[in-house]
C-alpha cells in the first residue's frame, strides 16, 4: 500500500504552504528545525519503500521465475518417472518401464546413491524456491485483495496485475507440485531398492549386507524423505493430477488463501 506522506507536516491541510509573515522574519534557528525534521524523515526505513505492494509482488514473481527456469531445467534432466514403482505385471504393457533389479548387491547400492542425489539435488533448490513463493504469498494476502486501490494506476490496470498476480502464483504452486511429485516418485524407489537389498541379508558371499548396515540405511534415507533433514515439508506441494491442472489453466485453490499460507509457514517448522 502507498505509506502516508512524509511531508504533511509542512503543509496546511488546504494544501499551501504555511504563512511565515505572521511569525516575523524567518531566522536560521526555524529553517534548522525543518532540516532536521527532513533528516529525521528521510532516513526512516518506513520512507525508504515506497514501491506498491502489487508492483512488489510482480517482481517476486518475476524473481521466482528467474530461478525456477534452471529449476525446471533440473527436473527435465533428472527424469525421475524413469524410477517410477510399478509392478511386474504392469511393466509388461509399459516399453519405457525397466525392471530396476540390479541382479547384485553392487548394483543396488550404486542405484541407491544415484536415487538419492538425484534426491538431495531437488529438494534442496526446491526450498529455496518455496521461502520465495511464501513471501510473494504473505505479500499478496497481507495487502492485495479485491478492494486494492492505487493512487497511480486505473482501475483496470489494477485488475489486470491482479489477475497476473494470481496466476503467477498458481504457476509456482505447479512448479513446486512438479518437484514434489518427482520427490514421491525417488522416495517410493529408495524404499523398492531397500526392499531388493534385504534378500542379501546375511547370505555369506560378497553380495553380503548385514541387517545393522541396512538398518541404518533405512534410518538415514527416512530422515532424507520426510523432508527432516533439510527441516522443509515438501510434501505439501504433493497434489493430486487434477488440481494441479486447474492450477495450470488458473484456477483457485480449493483452500481459503488464509489456510494455503498457513501450510506454507508450517513447511518450514522444524519435524519431530
Do not use: C, W
Amino acid at each position: 500500500m502507498t505509506p502516508e506522506n512524509p511531508y504533511e507536516d509542512f503543509f496546511e491541510s488546504n494544501g499551501n504552504q504555511p504563512n511565515r509573515k505572521d511569525t516575523g522574519k524567518e531566522t536560521p534557528q526555524n529553517f534548522s528545525k525543518e532540516e532536521n525534521i527532513f533528516e529525521e524523515n528521510i532516513h526512516d526505513k518506513r520512507f525508504k519503500n515506497s514501491r506498491e505492494s502489487l508492483d512488489q509482488v510482480l517482481d517476486s514473481l518475476q524473481l521466482f521465475q528467474k530461478k525456477a527456469t534452471s529449476f525446471s531445467k533440473l527436473l527435465s534432466e533428472t527424469r525421475a518417472i524413469q524410477h517410477k514403482v510399478v509392478s511386474r505385471f504392469s511393466r509388461l504393457f509399459l516399453t519405457n518401464q525397466k525392471d530396476p533389479d540390479k541382479k547384485s548387491l553392487a548394483g543396488e547400492r550404486a542405484y541407491y546413491r544415484v536415487l538419492t542425489k538425484k534426491f538431495i539435488n531437488i529438494i534442496e533448490p526446491m526450498k529455496a524456491l518455496t521461502e520465495v513463493h511464501l513471501q510473494t504469498v504473505k505479500l499478496f494476502n497481507k495487502d492485495i485483495d479485491e478492494d486494492y486501490y492505487s493512487i497511480d494506476k486505473e482501475d483496470h490496470q489494477i485488475k489486470r496485475e491482479r489477475k497476473q498476480a494470481i496466476e503467477g502464483i498458481n504457476l509456482q504452486r505447479s512448479i513446486l507440485a512438479d518437484a514434489a511429485a518427482d520427490l514421491s516418485i525417488l522416495t517410493n524407489a529408495l524404499i523398492a531398492t531397500e526392499k531388493r537389498m534385504s534378500r542379501y541379508v546375511d547370505i555369506g558371499n560378497y553380495n553380503n549386507i548385514s541387517s545393522s548396515e541396512l538398518k541404518l540405511l533405512t534410518a538415514q534415507r527416512e530422515e532424507l524423505t520426510s523432508g527432516k533433514s533439510h527441516q522443509f515439508r515438501y510434501e505439501i506441494f504433493d497434489i493430486n493430477i487434477i488440481d494441479k491442472t486447474v492450477l495450470q489453466l488458473g484456477g483457485y485453490q480449493k483452500e481459503t488463501s488464509k489456510q494455503y499460507l498457513s501450510k506454507l509457514l508450517d513447511a518450514f517448522q522444524a519435524r519431530s
